[in-house]
């Protein structure tokens, strides 16, 4: 067989020699972890694959429906793939969810009444959750409706406080939210056994509290999901891991009849639930993209890995740091100057398979506090299961970066991302 010369391909996309031999330094270590990260993707391939067995997934429900959408058998079909593989009661899946922020917005807002609180065990929540809640003003939020807030951090380890949980927990306490990745917060990832024991505490004290958990970014990254550990709910998005970078857009709620009932009611209308809502032709997508979700979301962590170890490796402060097991797909890196941040998205744009030759800006962002830079040359705009990296322009100019479709691809978008740093001044040695 012929020498595969990677090297010469390498530079003619870009990679200098140098740049790539420092990345091939790093991956030399990582063998093992990547082959553990391969098991826990056969193990979840089978998982989606039996629940598409007992569901038995044929051709017609790939069919486009419009219009109400009643009597959608593949909808109805996939919301029960979806509820089989995390272990759910039932499931709501659906395109006309816009978002994991529309998705978390309707977990919470149906699920909660006036006069009731709010949560969260973890700290602060994701950016955008503040309007939903009303911590900062919003329209529509859950204040205006009467719904109160309350929050307990971490402590300064990461764990959870317990005593300041118990503390926070009162008469009108209904729902405890739980968000599972970092978000663009810089405290650690909870893994799926952690989760597992607040709901076991926050059920000790009551059991009628709902637990929902912000699963964005974790679906597939272990063989187990929040729902296998106790949770009510579990919500995220289809543009991100279990979408498989096929949905075009699209959220989900997976958890007990009662709770996703309340959602389908609060996401159609009183009266109709989920008995509405055509797929307009997106099942297909669906149900290719669930399929492939394990391994896609295989492919973008062993790519969080390999920017930790690479960065970690060039002196960078990375979370988690490179040897840390690791629960979601992102990956945080401090670039400590704006223009180091400007670089990092302009490589990962560089290398994308769509808009490649753009140069990201930092923009205000509906939602964000601070300007944001998002590199993204994405097939499903805005897809971070799709190659992608992101940082809100303040101090330590942390880039967040996530995605990649297949691994090679994240691993030449991690080596452009070095290349573009280099180019802008930055020493190897
Ligand atoms: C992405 C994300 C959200 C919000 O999802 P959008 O699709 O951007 O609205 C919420 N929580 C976490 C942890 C996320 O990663």
Partial sequence: MSEICLTEMYRD????DEVLRRGEEVLKKLESRFARIDQIAEYNQLKVLKAMHKNRVDATHFAATTGYGYNDDGRDTLERVYADTFHTEDALVRSQITCGTH????????????????????????????EVIGIRPSMGSLAEY??????????????????????????????????????????????????????????SIRKDIICMVDNCYGEFVETIEPSDLGADMIVGSLIKNPGGGLAPAGGYICGTHECV??????????????????NLGTNPAFY??????????AGAEKGAIFAASLYESLGFRVHP?????????????DLDTPERLKAFCLGIQAAAPVDSYVTPEPWAMPGYD???????????QGASIELSADGPLRPPYTVFFQ????????????????????DAGFSLC
């Fill in 13 to 16: 996309c870009g990679i200098s």
């Fill in 103 to 130: 998705a978390l917005n309707l977990a919470l807002a149906a699920n909660l009444r006036p006069g009731d609180e709010l949560l969260s065990p973890v700290g602060k929540p994701y950016d955008t959750l503040e």
């Fill in 146 to 203: 009467g719904v109160t807030y309350a929050q307990v951090d971490l402590l300064p380890d990461g764990s959870f406080d317990y005593d300041g949980i118990r503390a926070a927990i009162n008469e009108r306490t209904k729902l405890v939210t739980i968000q599972r990745s970092k978000g663009y917060a810089s405290r650690p990832t909870l893994s799926v056994e952690q989760i597992g024991e607040l709901i076991a505490f926050v059920k």
């Fill in 261 to 278: 009932e309340q959602v389908a009611h609060r996401l159609t209308s009183p009266g109709l639930g989920r008995e509405v809502g055509a």
């Fill in 288 to 297: 290719q993209g669930f399929f492939l979700a394990p391994t896609v979301t």
């Fill in 321 to 333: 740091t490179a040897d840390t097991p690791r629960y979601d797909i992102i990956q945080a890196i």
């Fill in 370 to 380: 601070d300007e944001v830079i998002m590199a993204a040359g994405a097939f499903i």
């Fill in 403 to 422: 995605g990649g479709i297949t691994w090679y691809h994240a691993k030449y978008g991690i080596l452009m991302s070095l290349q573009k740093l280099v």
